[in-house]
RNA sequence: GCACCAGUAGCUCAGCCGGAUAGAGCAGUCGCCUUCUAAGCGAUAGGCCGAGGGUUCGAGUCCUUCCUGGUGCACCA
């Protein structure tokens, strides 16, 4: 255990010895008071005791045993406050272990879940960045995590699409990507409406049943293959692809409303304007409506998309089995991306896909009340097993330039645009700065990248995000690339070090002092920061922690004495503290470039 | 109308379970490269934390009323 927490169990200890218990909160102590960790249990207490807080963290004082790390406590006024063994904890810090344990528990994360008609926009971009870096997380956080990617083959926008290039008469010739070529003509088909409504709503509605039927699944794969190729370029990957058309053949539905039916919430609307279809009351868990009844299947017998949701979420909780698996593509990490398919194996190479202790569905904001509605059904089912566990990550609109992003007006902008831009952008900066850098383009595809992936992390997702070119791209300021800069800084000294023959060997800890400690308090709270993240679904509180490790990183570094003089430089150190110093700086390293992949942004070593 | 989300520096945003003097970046002003990467660092300036009431030893954080902005409330997907 760190040394923040083993405090707090030596004063959970000394708390128990007054005779009392209490919740001990252990902080960072602001800059200019006395100490480095301090808790305020104190205050909590004096009204439990009946007694002066100042009197209590006295006592406390007393009864405390300092853990080893600590080398002394002292009260100021009601506070509590710690003063670090430099040595002791600078060496625990860069000797501890990186990697979390297992938790044994499992977490689906469904994002991206694109339609398969058009090519994806920056408005799927913020869609695809959180649930990456969401699944990242909880990864590190010792989950198993299961990423699934939903596919919507049997809409209206699939068919639209598909139902034009036989309209137009069109053949793709490759000049440029399948998904934006496609996307051309799906616009095109909404122009053509106004002229020729009947023949292309005839036609589409032909497309939809074909394609519920299963018949052109080759034609939606062709742009499923196109629009993988720009989540790759921006580092996603998946684990499965889940296919609507599979799901509706699959018997789900039915099985969900077989369990929804054991349910008195859920029934066959006899009289009202609901009469003939099966409807869901949600008034027990969603007070207030002013129509509590909720249209599962319509009376002539269609099924409402809702409930289609339902039989999935159903599904994800392991509620009932019934797809088969198949491969699908090995992604750029060499990982297999598995899908399900009419013809395949419920358990392809010994996996078992759903039954999920946690579920996290990203999804924009304005679904919240059908997501509210899926997560109902799952309480009215006798168990009501996956409620608890059912989470929407909601996350607010992406506007262009302050402009609503549509694309009927146009106002729209693919992700391989911005991807190309945001390299470009990037090389040029990158040719600048340094221009005999060897690896300059993929540098260039790390920095450009990783700009766009931080502008969509750093804030917390219920926030609206106007897309701004020259913010997205920024390379400078609140930026992934003034964190990997840092991590390149640091790489450029453990570099000189292996040059001189420096290592960490014959480290002489009782060398380090504030600075040290400072910056060390601040790499510590790396298990934390992740721990919180995955509670949360709050990939904005790694984004601000790497920016946090980065500022006092480049604080340490930048440092100098009274005189002026820098303090802080590790090669030019006395042995003994230079060498201790390297081990510092190869954690700073480590912690930079782990939590920035947690964002799913690399590291460069160069740039 | 009802429900959900947001309102913190000129602009864009942090602020974990309520804790010590509310923090960054951008924009502004002034400094720092003969020293391991200046995409950096330091300093300075900038605040009725939307408004009122309440709870608390303590409120940007919790409760309540209101104001402003966004979104959602179909036998659509």
Not at 156 to 162: K, L, N, P, V
Request: glycine share 8%.
């Amino acid at each position: 255990m760190d040394v923040k927490g083993r405090l707090k169990e030596a004063l959970e200890e000394a708390v128990r010895a007054l005779g009392t218990e209490a919740e001990v909160s252990v902080q960072a102590v602001p800059e200019g008071k006395a100490g480095d960790y301090g808790s305020p249990v104190a205050f909590g207490l004096a009204k439990k005791l009946r007694q002066n807080p100042v009197a209590i963290a006295k006592g406390l004082l007393e009864r405390l045993e300092l853990p080893p790390g600590i080398a002394r406590a002292e009260a100021v006024g009601p506070y509590l406050n710690f003063h670090l063994d430099p040595g002791p904890f600078v060496e625990g810090l860069v000797t501890a272990p990186a990697a979390r344990p297992e938790r044994g528990e499992k977490a689906i994360v469904e994002h991206t879940s694109v339609n398969p008609n058009k090519e994806a926009h920056v408005g799927h971009l913020r869609n695809i960045v959180l649930g990456d870096a969401c699944a990242r997380i909880l990864k590190a956080a010792g989950y198993a995590v299961e990423v699934q990617n939903y596919i919507d083959d049997t809409g209206r926008q699939a068919a639209e699409s598909i139902f034009a290039v036989s309209y137009f008469g069109e053949t793709y010739d490759g000049s440029e990507k399948y998904d934006h070529w496609l996307g051309k003509l799906y616009v095109r088909l909404g122009q053509a409406k106004e002229t020729d409504a009947e023949t292309i709503e005839r036609g589409v509605s032909e497309t939809m049943h074909r394609l519920e039927r299963g018949e052109l699944r080759g034609e939606i794969e062709k742009v499923l293959r196109a629009q993988l190729t720009t989540y790759y370029a921006l580092g996603a990957e998946y684990d499965l692809l889940v296919w609507e058309s599979d799901i509706v053949r699959s018997g789900f539905l039915a099985q969900a409303l077989n369990v929804l039916r054991g349910s008195d919430d859920v029934f066959e609307a006899t009289e009202g304007k609901y009469a003939g279809a099966l409807v869901m009351d949600v008034s027990k868990f969603l007070p207030g409506l002013e129509e509590p009844l909720v249209v599962l299947v319509r009376s002539d017998g269609n099924a409402m998309y809702v409930a289609k949701d339902i039989g999935t979420q159903f599904w994800k909780v392991g509620l009932f089995e019934g797809l088969k698996f198949t491969t699908f593509d090995t992604q750029p990490s060499g990982k297999t991306l598995y899908t399900s398919a009419p013809e395949g194996d419920p358990h392809p190479d010994g996996l078992t896909f759903a039954h999920a202790d946690e579920i996290i569905n990203v999804i924009d904001a304005r679904q919240s009340h059908p997501q509210t509605i899926v997560r109902t059904a799952l309480a009215l089912t006798d168990t009501a097993q996956g409620f608890d566990s059912s989470h929407h990550l909601a996350y607010e609109v992406v506007t262009l330039e302050g402009q609503a992003m549509s694309g009927r007006k146009g106002v729209t902008l693919a992700i391989d645009t911005v991807v190309d831009e945001a390299k470009k952008r990037a090389r040029a900066v990158v040719a600048e700065k340094n221009s005999d850098l060897p690896s300059i383009d993929t540098v260039a595809r790390q920095v450009g990248v990783g700009a766009l992936r931080f502008a969509m992390l750093k804030s917390e997702a219920r926030r609206v995000i106007d897309f701004r070119w020259e913010q997205a791209l920024s390379l400078q300021g609140d930026s992934a690339p003034y964190v990997q800069y840092a991590h390149a800084r640091a790489c450029s000294i453990l570099r000189a070090a292996q040059n001189a023959g420096v290592g960490e060997a014959g480290a002489d800890w009782s060398r380090m002092g504030g600075l040290e400690v400072k910056l060390a308090q601040e790499l510590a709270r790396l298990p934390e920061v992740v721990d919180i993240a995955a509670r949360e679904f709050a990939p904005h509180l790694v984004a601000q922690y790497c920016l946090d490790v980065a500022t006092a990183w480049n604080g340490f570094y930048n440092h100098r004495d009274a005189s002026g003089k820098p303090d802080t430089q590790v090669l030019k150190a006395e042995p003994g503290l230079r060498e201790a110093r390297v081990a510092l700086v190869r954690r700073v390293r480590e912690t930079l470039a782990a939590a920035l992949a947690l964002l799913g942004i690399e590291a460069p070593e160069e740039m």
